[in-house]
């Protein structure tokens, strides 16, 4: 690891308005009503989505199994409070399409009764694959936004002899405050999960003596939560609390690795395979309330601010509530709500309505208004090529733009368009306001859009020439047949011949 003095330069980024006084002070509200209805998602993660093991009409409890996995990757789902089951079906998606996805609608009793809990009495006695499979179990993703499976990425840390655990504290969007609260209030937990977590990547053994050590990088506009992060760390070595710079996009883990450790990841390489891997502060919370409580995800804190909010604030809520609740809890001014958005206001979805249900997904909720909106009149390029040195991953976004402007996507891609993270870093500096991250989200769809087009042409085609192949071989069998049946049929009547002749 680099010394303070032997930093890397930091590379692109922009220092965006932070917006976070509103809710930075404030302690995490735990009083928020459980609603009526949850309307929970069985796709809350990367991969394939959860397959239902409940009935319509069946009664669940808190922490009960409602979807299983399918497949290594993907995360089961679970009962956010007990009640009955309503119904299995297609519901509005929180996507700016709301296309319907498939939701379980959990009609709550107001019991709030927890399903026993599996619970070790020792959890550093557990083997590393047992952490693992229990982290797998509760569903716990990253819940930083990624929302890759937790357990997927322990596996893969002891089998890439992991030597560094980065806990990514940095809350570099505007607005957001959750993690900062998180840190603040429940450090001593945070530090426990990390601890939970290096046994789970454990691969110390004979011949092969590597031991990860954790390093957990907070940017330096949050004090107190570096303060209380520290104090709960310092009895274990194997742990470091460290400042980073305030400067959107630090919370991108590429950039992340490259400050703390001085290492770059290779384009189309994940960062095990240079010995680093990345967890947000909110999953380590989640893994030690899964191994020392037996508690899966459930809920989460997530910050609700913006300009029409009237009662800003950090509040942890059951996932699969509707947005429009945690609105009236909130007090949101409707009138002045111009735009609605999931997650931060730099990479965040802006969503069309707020009947969408929160998911592990959703580290904040914003309502702003039309003042807190940029000017979105798109001027002419005055060829100033500040998106080119702001863009943290050093791509030229201008001449990627031209190119999807006029549908050379094959330019696009090999200009870098697959390593663009969509940051809006150079639509946020682009003084002629054009919406350069829009034309990149657009084409990455179109691009993926096309090659799913491909595939499936492809797929079709095989499976035609199977077909033809198939019809073939079975015409071929029957005039194969046919023959046999002819040969048999001429033999039969040269022996029926010769016995008549002999009579």
């Known amino acids: 690891m680099l010394s303070f003095f032997e930093k890397p330069r930091l590379r692109g980024g922009v220092h965006a308005e932070e917006h976070k006084t509103a809710t930075a002070a404030l302690p995490i509200a735990t009083n928020f009503p ?13 991969g394939k989505p959860a397959e239902p093991v409940i009935r319509v009409g069946e009664k669940v409890l808190k922490g009960q199994l409602l979807a299983h996995s399918q497949g290594m990757i993907s995360a089961p789902v679970h009962a956010p409070s007990s009640g009955v089951i309503l119904d299995v079906n297609d519901y509005p998606a929180p996507h700016p399409s709301a296309l319907p996805i498939r939701m379980i609608v959990l009609e709550t009793d107001g019991k709030d009764e927890w399903a026993e809990a599996q619970i070790a009495a020792d959890p550093f006695q557990l083997t590393p694959e047992e952490i693992s499979l229990r982290v797998g179990a509760a569903g716990i993703v990253g819940l930083g936004g990624a929302t890759f499976p937790t357990a997927v990425k322990l596996n893969m840390g002891r089998e890439n002899h992991i030597d560094t655990l980065i806990i990514n504290g940095s809350e570099c969007e505007p607005y957001l405050c959750c993690d900062d609260r998180l840190m603040q209030e429940r450090a001593e937990q945070i530090i ?5 977590m290096l046994h789970g990547m454990d691969s110390r053994d004979a011949i092969n003596r590597v031991s990860t050590n954790a390093v957990v ?46 290492k770059e990841v290779p ?52 996932f699969g509530t509707l947005i429009s609740e945690l609105f009236d809890f909130c007090e949101v001014d409707k009138e002045q ?23 592990k997904a959703t580290s904040g909720i914003l309502a702003l208004t039309q003042s807190e909106l940029k000017n979105t009149d798109e001027q002419p390029c005055i060829r100033c090529a500040g998106c080119v040195s702001v863009c943290p991953a050093g791509l030229r976004p201008l001449d990627m733009a031209n190119n999807i402007r006029i549908n050379q996507l094959d330019a696009a891609v090999d200009l870098g368009l697959k390593d663009c993270i969509s940051c809006g870093c150079c639509s946020y500096i682009c003084p ?16 993926i859009a096309r090659q799913q087009a491909q595939h499936k042409s492809e797929q079709t085609k095989r499976l035609m020439d199977a077909r033809n192949a198939r019809i073939e071989r079975i015409a071929q069998q029957q005039r194969e047949d046919e023959l046999a049946w002819k040969a048999a049929k001429a033999e039969r009547e040269r022996l029926k011949a010769e016995q008549e002749a002999l009579v």
Not at 218 to 245: G, L, R, S, T
Request: proline fraction near 8%; charge should be positive.
């Open 34 to 46: 459980l609603p009526d209805k949850l309307y929970i998602p069985l796709q809350q993660h990367v």
């Open 192 to 196: 426990d999960g990390v601890r939970l």
């Open 217 to 262: 990088a907070i940017e330096d506009n949050k004090p107190q939560a570096f303060h209380a992060m520290q104090a709960a760390a310092e009895p274990y070595e194997q742990i470091k609390v460290i400042q980073i710079p305030t400067r959107y996009p630090m919370g991108w883990d590429r950039q992340l690795i490259r400050y703390v450790t001085g």
């Open 267 to 318: 384009v189309g390489c994940r960062s095990s395979e240079i010995g680093v891997t990345i967890h947000n502060v909110g999953t380590a919370y989640a893994v030690h309330k899964a191994i020392r409580y037996g508690q899966p995800l459930l809920s989460r804190v997530v910050t609700v601010a913006g300009g029409a909010v009237k009662r800003p604030m950090n509040v942890e809520v059951p």
């Open 337 to 359: 709500t111009a735009r609605i958005i999931m997650g931060g206001p730099m990479m965040g979805d802006s969503l069309p309505h707020t009947a969408l249900p929160t998911v």
């Open 432 to 447: 002629s306001n054009i919406p350069l991250v829009q034309y990149f989200k657009y084409a990455s769809g179109e691009v």
